[in-house]
């Protein structure tokens, strides 16, 4: 049973037979059923034909609420006044009678009734999918437009109420169940069959069928038939004619047969249809629609349904049964276009609200290039495709064949499929796959993603931050500009990174890794690789496994870091500061060049050739290193490094020549070479770097090391443990940390300086003096901060502490100084402060500041104008050029003065600058200044010191000094010869002290008894009428003389081993601090006589025993001479002086004469 409403002007339609208008009631608001909504005109329907009679037919396409004329735009809801008449569906309607209408129907429960088509024929129709309504039940047209109920101005909507009417013969209704409605079937209630004419109006063949409920199947055979489905999974075959086939609920199958069909899919999860033969027009409603097209179609409509972002994804399936191919346009409007078969195909058509097309097996065209959004899907299956992307977001799929893509604009998703394919991406963020067979993928703007797939497959990056995989087989993946990701898969590939940062992975095979521009990441993967990671600070791994795949890696300009992984790989890091390591444990046996840069290179285990090529390379060492051979390395900023301080135990380090040698472990072993500098472990390490000339740069770790440095200059940090350094000769530089170290000084030229410090807080620290007599300079102050406490010289004699700094800066206040010699200063204004010891201190040049501390101290201010403090202890102060200044003269005595001993108090030599403490005195007193400016002793004398050493222009000041603050204890000056050590069995005795009897040591004899002992008192008289009376003044130093020594003029002394020289004779050479004691006053004479003429110790000067020759007996007092006869009695015969020296007997040594003095003066005994 069916319905049928008439919603227009009646007075353009025919009631089919058995209506009449009284069967419809209207509203009170539109009384009049001409008027139940629209005045005149009518209404337009997705898929109506309207032609122009002024004008080519233009097809017009209703989307939406809105519709578009060829010659204006109507709004929704608008009206449109047109110039010319206008012919719909063959009836034609004068201009300005025609306006727009779209709304909806809905039941009392509000739910939305369907309004299928207005068929402006003499015939309209609204047909209503569902259930027959009843008597008195109630629509609304909904959603009204310009055209509503001619008095409903308020835009509200009119109603229509059905009566009970008759039910209308010649509908085929099917039952609840899945029928077959064909021309067999009998199931209709009413008797209507298939083609049985009895519709009546609707013609012979005409079919009018509701399938109603169930999976039907219908069958509608000839004739322009109209079908409604129902619900259920219904199919529906139109047959010949211009059949309307509706699917309703459930996903449906209709296909409309020869003719120009009109197919509604209607409800339901998916529908297919097919129009076939004929110009079709296709709905697909609800749900995912499936519309097929072939070859031979004609020109059909196809409206998917709902929006073109459908998520169930309507598509259009276009089949060839030859080989032609088809073109599809995509318009600007999401989802809308046309289609045409190219070759001999028919078939051609337009569609709106697709997601999806499926061209043909052949060679198809794809032009999306005008769609401006959204998105739509296209598979061009097999064949050699073309498919052409707008700024919508295309999906293209070209199957089979070799494709050749392009996405346009927006973020496209591009697939190649089998086949070599050319697909570029354009603009936007697209991912783009090759699939099989060799294609090139090529990147636009944008961030995308290539993958090739299977083939040999090219892959060109044009800009943007894009990944670039290239899969199976040879691939070659070039990028440009772009953070780039590169992946070549498996295969033997060749990757070029391009400009900016980008990642390369090689993946299996034996790939080409070209990172170029930028901060890189490659990873050769697997197989024998090429890496080159070009300009930019790259990372480069090799993450390959096995001992078959060795790789080539280059790192180039930039700081790079390399891993060379586990196999045998070659290395070349490049230009800049690499790291360069190799993890491959026991399958790597890398061959390494840092080339330039400070490079940091570490080759793990096995046989490994590491060369750090130019600059400043560090070389890292860890445990099980193997047998290594080590290249430093010579060019630019040279200083390779070996760091040995991850390993867990000590080695041995031997130099064998300059930045040459070996290091071992005990199990294996380094040769390095153009090595400069150490670093060792924190164990008990051994470097012996004595066969090296260039110098060592060593620095140990903790662990009791011992270090042998070079005789060049060293640089050596001993680290924290008990370590012993030998520095060689050089300038070294020795840094010691916690613990007890010991630096043994083997330099003791001159030659070198050594610069010392100790860090460390813990432990006893010294300095040994080890290599003999010499100048040991070392360079620092030594004070607190430097840590060391000894400085020991015990085991050499001769030994001096100098510096090579401009000045030096010594203090030694802490420091235990053990048979240190002499503390040396420098040409400049020194300051030194001696230990607590007995110190020498020279400062030489400059206006120095000498202290000796604590000791009985030694200080010589050298040149210059000097400032010398003893300190505690009996120091000895000398005088030398300069104005100089004695802060503390006797302040450290330690016996009294005068007590006749020199040791026990303050002494400076002043013998040479006065013959008596008198003129000392005076000298003193007259100024404060001792500067010989008096011209009187202390006693009224007139002085003398035109023979005496002369100030000049050089002075002495004696802070805190007067007059009697001198004596002979502590100036030197003496006043009798009785002051004179005599050597004896017992020690040094005074000669006042010695009697007749008293052995005496002699050079020759030993020990020999004294038979006589002979004394003259000589006065000022007599040495002012017999000037030959006047002693001669023996300076300290000359002949090994411990202090000044006076003896005749005529008492020879040894200057060499065979040969005696007269005293007098000693003065008249040139530069020696001999001189005649032209200013005493007195003078006492004692002399000693043994056996035999012998050589005795005066003062330590070898010299003679009384000889009694003609002169020397003649200068005896007549009492003297009786007491020497009386002690000889052998004597007593001899009638003159000259018959004793007969008897005596010979001189112990010839005595040399004046004129062959300066000859035996050359001799090695003789010195100053």
């Known amino acids: 049973m069916s319905y049928t409403v008439t919603l227009f002007d009646w007075s353009l339609y025919t009631l089919p037979a058995g209506l009449s208008q009284t069967d419809i009631e209207t509203d009170s608001r539109a009384n009049d059923p001409a008027s139940a909504f629209y005045d005149s005109g009518a209404p337009t329907w997705i898929g109506e034909t309207f032609t122009y009679n002024g004008g080519t037919s233009t097809e017009i396409v209703v989307n939406d609420d809105d519709t578009v004329f060829e010659d204006a735009y109507v709004e929704t809801g608008g009206s449109q006044t047109l110039a010319q008449d206008v012919t719909i569906n063959g009836v034609t309607y004068t201009a300005g009678s025609v306006i727009q209408n779209e709304f909806a129907m809905v039941d009392a429960m509000g739910n939305e009734v369907w309004v299928l088509r207005i068929d402006n024929t003499n015939v309209g129709f609204v047909y209503k999918v569902g259930e027959e309504p009843t008597g008195g039940q109630t629509f ?50 009413e008797g209507d069959m298939i083609d049985d004419g009895w519709a009546g109006g609707l013609g012979t063949d005409n079919n009018y069928v509701e399938a109603g409920d169930g999976n039907d199947t219908v069958l509608s055979g000839l004739g322009d038939d109209t079908v409604f489905g129902g619900t259920g999974n219904d199919s529906i075959r139109g047959g010949d004619g211009a059949d309307s086939l509706v699917g309703g609920a459930g996903s449906d199958t209709l296909r409309g047969g020869a003719g120009n069909d009109f197919l509604v ?58 080989l032609d191919g088809v073109s599809v346009t995509f318009a600007a409007i999401d989802g809308s276009g046309t289609y045409s078969y190219l070759g001999a195909g028919t078939g051609s058509g337009t569609f709106v609200n697709l997601e999806q097309v499926y061209a043909t097996n052949n060679d198809d065209y794809i032009d999306a290039t005008a769609t401006t959004a959204g998105e739509m899907y296209v598979n061009t299956r097999a064949g050699n495709d073309t498919m052409l992307g707008g700024d919508g977001v295309e999906i293209f799929s070209g199957g089979d064949g070799n494709d050749s893509i392009d996405g ?72 440009t500009d772009g953070n780039d990701t590169l992946e070549g898969g498996a295969g033997n590939d060749t990757l070029f990174g391009g400009a900016d940062n980008d990642s390369l992975s090689g993946g299996g095979g034996n790939d080409s890794l070209m990172g170029e521009a930028g901060n890189d990441t490659l990873d050769g993967g697997g197989g024998a690789d090429l890496l080159d990671g070009g300009a930019g600070d790259d990372l480069i791994v090799d993450t390959g496994t096995g001992s078959g795949s060795k790789d080539t890696v280059y790192g180039g300009d930039g700081n790079d870091t390399i891993d060379a992984g586990n196999r045998s790989d070659t290395v070349y890091g490049g ?38 090529g130019d600059d400043a390379d560090t070389f890292l060492i860890e445990d099980g290193f193997g047998n290594d051979t080590i290249v430093g390395g010579e060019g630019g900023a040279d200083s390779d490094t070996i760091d040995l301080s991850a390993l867990t135990g000590p080695v041995t380090v031997s130099y064998s020549g300059d930045e040459i040698g070996t290091i071992t472990d005990g199990t294996d072993t380094i040769n390095f070479s153009q090595i ?117 010289g015990s085991g050499t004699s001769g030994d001096t502490l100098g510096t090579q700094d401009a000045v030096a800066n010594f203090d030694f206040t802490n420091v235990t100084l053990i048979g240190v ?30 202290s000796g501390g604590s000791g009985s101290d030694t200080i010589d201010g050298g040149t210059g104008d000097d400032s010398l403090t003893g300190g ?76 005496n050493t002369q100030f000049g222009a050089n002075s002495l000041t004696m802070q805190g000094a007067t007059a009697s603050s001198f004596s002979y204890d502590n100036t030197g000056i003496v006043c009798f010869t009785s002051g004179t050590a005599i050597r004896t069995p017992r020690g040094d005795v005074l000669i006042d002290d010695l009697r007749i009897g008293d052995l005496v040591n002699t050079m020759d004899n030993g020990p020999q008894p004294i038979r006589w002992i002979g004394r003259r008192e000589v006065g000022p008289e007599a040495l002012a009428s017999t000037p030959s009376l006047r002693p001669i003044l023996i300076r300290r130093g000359v002949l090994g003389a411990e202090r000044d020594l006076l003896v005749s003029r005529q008492h020879a002394l040894l200057v060499n081993r065979e040969t005696l020289a007269r005293a007098a004779h000693l003065v008249d050479l040139p530069g020696l601090p001999v001189r005649v004691a032209n200013g005493k006053r007195r003078v006492t004479y004692i002399h000693l006589m043994f056996d035999a003429h012998q050589i005795i110790f005066a003062e330590n000067v070898p010299a003679e025993s009384f000889y009694p020759g003609p002169m020397a007996v003649s200068m005896l007092e007549p009492g003297a001479r009786r007491d020497m006869m009386r002690c000889f009695p052998e004597f007593t015969g001899a009638k003159h002086p000259k018959a004793i020296a007969p008897i005596y007997g010979e001189t112990v040594r010839e005595i040399a004469r004046r004129r062959a003095l300066a000859a035996a003066a050359a001799l090695p005994v003789l010195g100053a």
């Open 140 to 189: 609304t047209a909904a959603n009204g437009r310009d055209g509503d109920a001619a008095d409903s101005g308020d835009g509200l909507s009119s109603t229509v109420d059905y009566s009970e009417i008759d039910p209308r013969d010649g509908t085929i209704t099917g039952s609840s169940g899945s029928d077959l409605i064909d021309a067999s079937y009998t199931g209709d209630l």
């Open 265 to 322: 899919g209607g409800d339901g999860t998916r529908d297919f249809l097919q129009g076939d033969a004929g110009n079709d027009s296709m709905i697909g409603g609800a749900g995912q629609d499936a519309f097929v097209i072939y070859q031979d179609d004609g020109i059909d409509r196809i409206d998917g349904g709902g929006t073109s972002d459908d998520a169930v994804g309507d598509y259009l399936e276009l089949w060839s049964n030859n």
């Open 408 to 479: 346009g604009g927006g973020g496209d998703r591009l697939y190649g499929g089998a086949g070599a394919d050319t697909i570029s991406g354009g603009d936007g963020d697209d991912y783009i796959e090759g699939g099989d067979g060799d294609d090139l993928l090529i990147t636009g703007l944008g961030q995308d993603t290539l993958i090739g797939g299977a083939g040999n497959d090219t892959l060109m990056n044009a800009a943007g931050d894009d990944s670039l995989v290239g899969g199976d087989g040879d691939d070659s993946i070039v990028a």
């Open 575 to 612: 230009a800049g500061n690499d790291l360069i390591t190799d993890s491959g444990g026991d399958f790597s046996d890398d061959t390494i060049y840092g080339e330039a840069g400070n490079d940091t290179i570490s080759g793990g285990t096995r046989e490994d050739l590491l060369d750090g």
């Open 676 to 792: 400069e500098r150490l670093i060792l472990t924190d164990h008990a390490d051994f470097v012996d770097a004595t066969l090296d000339n260039a110098g060592v740069d060593i620095v140990a770790g903790a662990g009791n090391d011992t270090i042998f440095g070079t005789n060049q200059a060293d640089l050596i940090d001993s680290g924290d443990g008990d370590d012993a350094v030998h520095t060689g000769g050089g300038n070294d530089t020795i840094e010691t940390g916690e613990g007890s170290d010991t630096i043994f000084l083997d330099d003791s030229d001159g030659g070198a300086s050594n610069v010392l410090t100790d860090s460390g807080t813990a432990g006893t620290d010294q300095i040994v003096l080890s290599t003999g007599a010499g100048t040991y300079r070392i360079q620092g102050d030594f004070s607190d901060a430097q840590g060391f406490e000894i400085i020991d």
């Open 821 to 850: 010699d002499e503390i040396d200063g420098t040409s400049n204004a020194d300051t030194i402060v001696g230990s607590a010891g007995d110190d020498s201190i020279l400062g030489l040049g400059g206006d120095d500041q000498l």
């Open 872 to 947: 505690g202890g009996d120091d000895v102060f000398t005088v030398s050029d300069g104005n100089d200044t004695i802060t503390d003269f006797n302040a450290g005595n330690t016996g009294a003065l005068g007590d006749g001993d020199a040791t026990n108090n303050d002494f400076i030599d002043l013998g040479g600058y006065y013959d008596s403490l008198d003129e000392l005195r005076a000298d003193q007193a007259d100024d404060g200044i001792l500067n010989q400016s008096n011209t009187l002793d202390d006693e009224g004398n007139a002085v003398d010191y035109s023979d």
